[in-house]
């Protein structure tokens, strides 16, 4: 008996003993861009005289009101802190992020940022703005706090962390938790969320995911939900279940968005030297008809330095035309980052090539086929030292302009400064003549270095 207790204390004083491995590392990144804006919002001739009797040109009064073509430019600055810390089957991740820069909001090209910032839903407040006035903006964010177990054919997460499910690149029916916009510069962190995930092995090639993920705080830019509502509305619920037959992965995707229904289907194959994936969604909303997202697409190494890239994709609840491209403009999903299109048609192509071991080029283009309209990309990325990269790339909007919109002014009774008075929903509607129209040009530089 002696000898049992002798061997479970030891066998305890070893596992409480047993190393702890922690790194502490971290990247800095900068960003410039400037773009250069489209002017369709104009002042209409009645506007003239309020703009004179305030010893404004319209030029001023334009770049007051921000409707401005002048080019605008965005500095901006990133610093990222990882801590990763292990012990036997355990994990800590940590992530401490702050970013600042210069107090204009945005580059003017829907959907961009430097990538550098981005948030997301939080069911713990970890997340602060300090006030640095109307100069500079700051934000600081714990990105990861991620508590993981590695257990027998299972592995368990909880805390902060990335969720992504599905197969596609441009286009993404599957990953409905902060998706990346194709305008996004820099891709390599996903905001995480506050979230529980389990991911099960059957075997070497089955895989059973189950994620729970709190989406509840998503700024809106259409009405907002009404108080009280269901407990479902703030999560998204999400199992996946995969499979291989052959050389073939299948996927069955089963979820509720924020309380909505979806059902999908996915699948990885290669013929040959082309990889293929696709996937399939079908969301049933309670007070819309029900709709499908469906996206294929294929990828090629013709050389070992060249990669291609297709794909096409269909959503049945776009806009049928330019002219009912703004009802999803400001639908609730668009606000809070599920999708981006606002047709129903898209195709997409790229192109990445290296130039030299330590040069790489890429172009893409992200096309509406029913305009027909267009996003083109294109970025060069030049390895300076082992831990530094410098980038530089541009966006263009290719597609018909809209027609100008001209506005209205009025004085504001309270402060004496003028105001817009906004046009209808008619007037705005009617001028989109193409969605990538709608997009400006803009131009990137970006440093990155880690440590």
């Known amino acids: 008996m002696r000898a049992l207790v002798a061997i479970a204390l030891l066998a305890t004083t070893q596992a409480v003993a047993a190393p702890v491995s922690a790194t502490l590392h971290g990247d800095l990144k900068s960003f410039y861009v400037t773009s250069f804006p489209s002017q369709w919002l104009t002042l209409s001739d009645d506007a003239a005289p309020l703009i004179d009797a305030m010893g404004l040109t319209e030029d001023e ?3 007051a009101l921000g409707l401005s ?4 430019a965005m500095g901006s600055a990133s610093a990222r802190l990882k801590l990763d810390a ?4 355990l994990r800590l991740e940590a992530h401490g992020a702050l970013t600042s820069g210069t107090a204009v909001p945005d580059s003017g090209l829907p959907g961009m940022s430097t990538g550098a910032g981005l948030s997301a839903p ?7 703005r300090p006030d640095t006035g109307g100069g500079m903006t700051a934000l600081g964010r714990m990105d990861r706090l991620t508590l993981s177990a ?3 054919r299972v592995d368990l997460s909880v805390g902060r962390q990335p969720i992504s499910f599905g197969t596609g690149m441009f286009f993404t029916p599957m990953d409905l938790v902060n998706p990346f916009h194709p305008a996004t510069i820099d891709t390599e962190y996903k905001p995480g969320v506050d979230s529980l995930r389990v991911d099960a092995y059957a075997g070497v090639s089955s895989k059973i995911t189950v994620a729970v993920a709190y989406a509840g705080d998503a700024p809106l830019v259409g009405p907002e939900r009404s108080e009280g509502g269901a407990p479902l509305d703030d999560l998204v619920l999400a199992a996946t279940a995969q499979g291989t037959v052959g050389v073939t992965d299948v996927i069955g995707f089963a979820g509720a968005v924020h309380g909505e229904p979806v059902l999908g289907l996915g699948t990885m194959s290669s013929v040959g030297p082309v ?3 696709g996937e399939l969604t079908l969301t049933l909303p309670t007070d819309e008809d029900p709709f499908v997202r469906a996206v294929a697409g294929a990828d090629w190494r013709p050389t070992g330095t060249t990669t291609l890239m297709a794909e096409g994709y269909v959503q049945t609840l776009g806009g049928a035309g330019p002219s009912h491209y703004l009802d999803n403009a400001h639908s609730e999903r668009l606000a809070r980052g599920e999708l981006w299109q606002l047709g129903r048609s898209y195709a997409a192509l790229s192109v990445a090539q290296e130039i030299t071991p330590l040069v790489a080029a890429n172009a893409a283009l992200v096309a509406n086929v029913e305009d027909p309209s267009g996003l083109g990309v294109a970025g060069l990325s030049w390895s300076v030292a082992d831990n530094a990269t410098v980038g530089a790339g541009a966006y263009l909007g290719l597609g018909q302009r809209p027609e100008e919109v001209p506005l209205s002014l009025a004085l504001d009774p309270s402060t004496g400064a003028p105001s817009l008075i906004p046009p209808s929903d008619e007037a705005l509607a009617t001028s989109v003549r193409s969605e990538f129209g709608l997009y400006p040009s803009a131009l990137y530089l970006q440093l990155r270095t880690y440590f």
């Open 61 to 63: 009064a334009l770049q």
């Open 69 to 72: 073509s002048d080019p605008m």
């Open 86 to 89: 292990r012990w036997r089957a």
């Open 122 to 128: 939080e069911a713990l407040p970890l997340s602060w």
């Open 150 to 152: 590695a257990l027998h």
């Open 275 to 277: 990889g293929l994936h």
